[in-house]
């Protein structure tokens, strides 16, 4: 089954414990991303990667780090969380090509962190 | 900076009435998408637009991407419980997104 797998889903920490999202996809799609989703604000992109040690940053990148060492995983990294880092967090891939526009993104299924 | 203005922000109705959502921005974009989110889950795709006046139609939801290519509508027919969930728009190289809109739809 073509899925994006998000570990792990919930997950409580203390301010400035370091702390990894793993994110893979099973489709070999080239573009991968990490969004953070908050009320009244949408979704908010925070890195992108369109292939392997490719990356950059998206709209809200401060206080986070990302790899992309293989084609199916692109771990997101917060070296020392802080609670404005509380949020609902989404991983999404999608082919990259001529048509990158109109490729369909496909999420997992979102990691929910609560910085204390 | 692109920006993707979505209205209304929440929408209560009940069964069997029509809606329209809109996604309007001031920039062009080469396509625009929308997803729907069910809660505790990520957003899946609904459908792209990518002309100007391009309309799609996804059984009872209709899409139309404006002719200048700045705003988009999804308009819902005879709208059923199934239906509620959150409506994002989207588009753009980096791939923002529109605050949303939350529909409820009562039985």
């Known amino acids: 089954e073509a899925q994006v797998t998000q570990n792990p889903r919930y997950l409580i920490t203390v301010t400035g414990k370091k702390l990894t999202v793993t994110c893979s996809q099973n489709?070999?799609?080239?573009?991968m991303s990490w969004y953070r989703q908050d009320p009244g604000l949408g979704l908010r992109q925070i890195y992108y990667s369109m292939n392997v040690e490719v990356t950059d940053k998206g709209d809200v990148p401060e206080g986070y780090k990302v790899s992309r060492k293989e084609k199916r995983n692109f771990p997101l990294i917060l070296e020392s969380p802080s609670p404005n880092q509380t949020s609902l967090y989404f991983c999404?891939?999608?082919?990259?090509?001529?048509?990158?526009?109109?490729?369909?993104?496909?999420f997992g299924p979102g990691t929910r962190l609560l910085v204390l | 900076t692109q920006l993707l203005e979505q209205s209304p922000q929440f929408l209560s109705i009940q069964e069997g009435e029509n809606l329209t959502v809109y996604c309007n921005s001031s920039?062009?974009?080469?396509?625009l998408q929308w997803y729907r989110q069910e809660p505790g889950e990520g957003p899946v795709l609904l459908v792209t637009?990518?002309?100007?006046?391009e309309v799609k139609k996804l059984k009872r939801l209709t899409f139309q991407f404006g002719d200048a290519r700045k705003d988009s509508s999804l308009h819902i027919t005879a709208a059923q419980p199934g239906d509620t969930g959150l409506y994002l728009c989207a588009g753009g190289f980096k791939t923002i997104f529109g605050a949303g809109t939350r529909l409820f739809v009562k039985a």
């Open positions: 489709m070999n799609h080239e573009y």
């Open positions: 637009v990518v002309t100007g006046g």
């Open positions: 999404a891939s999608s082919k990259w090509g001529e048509q990158e526009a109109r490729s369909t993104q496909y």
């Open positions: 920039s062009v974009f080469s396509s």
